[in-house]
């Protein structure tokens, strides 16, 4: 297996260049325990190894860590030694979510996809809103969006002709697809894009068939089914890990546990562009500072009222403001606590300077 097959280019060249003189080598990671990595070298095979101290100190937040598709430089170190990472280089693009809960920090769910492959279905999972949330986030990080609608076996031709339909009203640059993983139906499209070097990462809601789908392309059991549910006694595959998997015919998938609530990590920007339209119609309403709800003049509400802006569009474009003032709040509020922490961690270390001066003068006898 050569590095190009794992998705090396000139790039990646540049970028590790610096390092291949002090004896480290280049390395994909392909899997993120609790506490360690699994990374593929060059020839293919796969080594586990730990964060080196520098590429922790150097990370400001969480997503300037090793994701699973970074390229690294290891430090093989001699035979039994723990293999090290030394450097993450630079990534040509990411796909990060919010982390789920409070906190407003950056998750790198992928680094280094070409295309990110949403995977729906069009029955319980369907939701155009949280669709188009997707495929912005997607268009945002350089990536190339693709819709699967799959479990289309379970569903009437004209009802997946109309969702798939719909979703193409979405965007332009986004590639929609019917498929059936089970069926095997569809999957030469799949197979179409993972050409040699190529990244693909699957993301959606657990219980779409993401992994039947990986399943499906290596042609058996990659991931066997390790959970029995309780109450029906089937079995089911729930990926608990991502995994970078690299197909025999080459392509490389990144296979995502579900997401279940989607919050996409994003900033204010991004969430304004994906209302453009409506931020258009406020301009027109007659008080600058209209509320649109129940404002005489409104221009948004009489869009609404004529039919030509989407009810569910104007009832998420309302919350769309309160989404924009939570995020910015949390943001303030982790940098504040950043600062507090920074400041905490450089009186530590003046203490220990102060500390380490003291004990050198006493050992040369001079306290
Ligand atoms: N009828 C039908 N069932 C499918 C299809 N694809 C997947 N399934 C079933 O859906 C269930 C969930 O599939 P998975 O592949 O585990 O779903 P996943 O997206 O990987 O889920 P998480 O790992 O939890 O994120 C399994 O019981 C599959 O057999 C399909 O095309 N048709
Ligand atoms: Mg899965
Ligand atoms: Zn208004």
């Not at 006694?233 to 015919?249: A, C, K, Y």
């Not at 507090?340 to 003068?361: H, P």
């Amino acid at each position: 297996m050569t590095l190009e097959e794992l998705g090396w280019n000139t790039f990646f060249a540049g970028e590790f260049a610096p390092h291949a003189g002090q004896g480290l080598v280049p390395a994909r990671l392909i899997r993120e325990t609790k506490i360690n990595f699994s990374a593929l070298l060059e020839g293919g095979e796969e080594v586990d190894c730990v964060l080196g101290g520098k590429v922790w100190h150097e990370a400001e937040t969480d997503a300037d860590l090793p994701a699973v598709g970074d390229w690294v430089a290891l430090d093989l170190g001699a035979e039994g030694d723990e293999v090290i990472i030394r450097e993450r280089l630079a990534r040509v693009s990411r796909f990060s979510r919010k982390v789920p809960g409070k906190s407003a920090e950056e998750q790198v769910l992928a680094a280094n996809v070409d295309i990110v492959v949403v995977v729906t279905d069009p029955g319980p999972d369907y939701s155009l809103r949280r669709i188009e949330r997707y495929l912005m986030l997607i268009e945002r990080c350089g990536a190339k969006p693709v819709v699967l609608l799959n479990k289309v076996d379970l569903f009437s031709e004209e009802h997946c002709a109309n969702a798939a339909d719909e979703l193409r009203g979405l965007s332009e640059m986004a590639e929609i697809h019917l498929t059936s993983a089970r069926d095997s139906q569809g999957l030469e499209i799949l197979r179409g894009y993972l050409q040699p070097g190529v990244t693909i990462t699957l993301v959606g809601s657990s219980g779409v068939g993401k992994s039947t789908l990986v399943n499906q392309l290596l042609g058996g059991e990659w991931q066997e089914t390790s959970e029995v549910n309780e109450v029906t006694g089937r079995g089911r595959h729930t990926t608990t890990h991502r995994e970078l998997i690299v197909l025999p015919e080459g392509g490389l998938l990144i296979d995502n546990p579900g997401v279940r609530e989607i919050q996409m990590w994003t900033d204010e920007e991004t969430l304004r562009e994906s209302f453009v339209d409506v931020e258009e119609l406020a301009s027109r309403c007659r008080f600058s500072d209209c509320k649109h709800q129940k404002d005489a003049g409104c221009a948004i509400e009489a869009a609404v009222e004529a039919g030509s802006l989407d009810l569910e569009r104007y009832q998420s474009y309302l919350r769309l403001e309160e989404e924009i003032d939570e995020l910015n709040r949390r943001r303030r509020k982790r940098r504040m606590a950043t600062e507090r922490w920074a400041k905490r961690n450089r009186r530590v270390k003046a203490r220990n300077l102060a500390d380490r001066i003291e004990l050198e003068k006493e050992e040369r006898g001079e306290a």
